[in-house]
């Protein structure tokens, strides 16, 4: 046993001495160390197929909060938008409100554009007439509620100037959402060669008007909107094109649309519990106005049902299982936060919710510096045949230490490593 240690000794003051010094060396001028690598988030892929036999040429459900995709096909398929184009002339409508450009009680003067549309009979208008100053707010009920092509060139030359400038705001905003299928020649969505969405579009961006503004809904569910035009002896009633406000307390809203060229389309929105979902549906033929309205809805709600029924939210606890801090070496700080890049909220089926299990990936120890938000590990997330993951952040940023305290730490590493070795 002496003479082993005798060994050991010797060989740390000779060739380990060597060893070292160029550990220290080399420690010391290293910016960082090991860097856990940047993991992405992943969710479970969506259910594909069909399997409700819905005769939509292309649908997708979505979950608002998690941002997850439950049931999905031909989602990425092009065609006309219809009235969902009003999604982004409405989302646009809220941001000015949001930015204090516009308030709800900004009068708007209703243009020959305008009016002009609020004369063919052969598509949803709200009834401006040429001069009417109309509030802002009013437009929105109308644009969403009635469905008013009208309402939507007025909006549009309120916050464009022209309907022109206007589409190239709504364009603008499409690429900005990452919406990849999808490009307005319009404010309305009445047909146009080359304007296009799709359902993964739609549902993407009615979720980002969901999460972004809350209240939104309260232009989307009402079940009627009433507008009297100036020199009309009464108000104009009419009830919401999307008739799942009325008859299915879930539902808050979005848009229905409908083209010849498309067939009939509806964005629906509906909470449930915690839980809430957008179900849209494209591309629906049918004989007849009344049958095609009914169809849209039938699947729709087919759709949400589905959600409801199978699905359901829950946040993982984490408790004993995300370390508090992780040590940071030669930093001006002794440690870092490490932190959920996404928030912890899932969409799991039913019969998983209680068999959720939580693994943390993290490095032992971090060098300096540290950027905020620098990638350090992730979390990893099964509930039966599904799995998750999510990043790990830094919470904050650590700058390298000063010269002393970059010395010591560059002198308690290279220990530390020698010891392990020696253990090992």
């Known amino acids: 046993m002496r003479s082993g240690f005798r060994m050991v000794g010797r060989s740390v003051t000779g060739a380990g001495r060597r060893l070292l010094a160029g550990l220290l060396a080399l420690l010391f001028l290293l910016p960082a160390a090991w860097i856990a690598p940047a993991a992405q988030a992943q969710t479970p892929p969506p259910v594909r197929g069909n399997p409700l036999s819905l005769k939509a040429a292309a649908a997708e459900l979505l979950d608002v909060r998690t941002g997850q995709v439950l049931y999905a096909y031909n989602e990425h398929a092009k065609m006309q938008p219809a009235s ?29 554009q305008a009016w002009q549309l609020s004369l063919n009979d052969t598509v949803s208008r709200m009834f401006v007439r040429v001069g009417d100053r109309v509030p802002f707010d009013t437009l929105l009920y109308g644009l969403m509620v009635a469905s008013g092509n009208d309402a939507a060139v007025a909006v549009a030359e309120q916050l464009g100037g022209t309907e022109a400038n206007f589409v190239r705001m709504m364009n603008a905003e499409a690429r900005q959402l990452g919406l990849e299928d999808t490009y307005y020649l319009n404010s309305h969505g009445l047909y146009a060669a080359g304007q296009t969405t799709s359902a993964a579009d739609v549902a993407k961006l009615s979720a980002y008007i969901l999460n972004h503004f809350p209240d939104a809904t309260k232009y989307t569910k009402p079940a009627t909107f009433s507008y009297q035009p100036s020199g009309a002896p009464q108000p104009i009633t009419q009830q919401n094109w999307n008739g799942l406000v009325i008859t299915d307390r879930r539902v808050d809203g979005l848009k229905t649309g409908h083209l010849e060229e498309s067939g009939y389309h509806l964005a629906a929105s509906a909470r449930s519990g915690s839980m809430q979902l957008v179900a849209v549906v494209m591309g629906i033929q049918a004989p007849t106005l009344q049958a095609g309205m009914q169809e849209r809805e039938r699947e729709a709600e087919a759709l949400l049902n589905w959600g409801f029924d199978n699905f359901t939210t829950v946040t993982p606890d984490l408790h004993g299982k995300l370390p508090a801090s992780i040590p940071v070496y030669k930093g001006a700080a002794g440690s870092v936060q490490p932190v959920p890049a996404a928030p912890l909220l899932l969409t799991v089926p039913r019969q998983d919710a209680r068999s959720l299990s939580v693994q943390v990936a993290l490095p032992s120890r971090l060098i300096a510096p540290v950027r905020k938000g620098q990638p350090l590990g992730e979390i990893v997330l099964k509930a039966g045949s599904a799995s998750w993951k999510i990043p790990l952040v830094a919470r904050g940023a650590v700058p390298r230490g000063n010269f002393l305290r970059v010395l010591w730490d560059t002198f308690r590493l290279a220990v530390g490593d020698l010891l392990a070795r020696i253990h090992l």
């Open 84 to 112: 969902l184009a009003k999604l982004m002339t409405f989302l646009l409508a809220l941001k000015a409100l949001k930015d204090g450009v516009v308030t709800p009680r900004t009068q708007v003067t209703i243009s020959q």
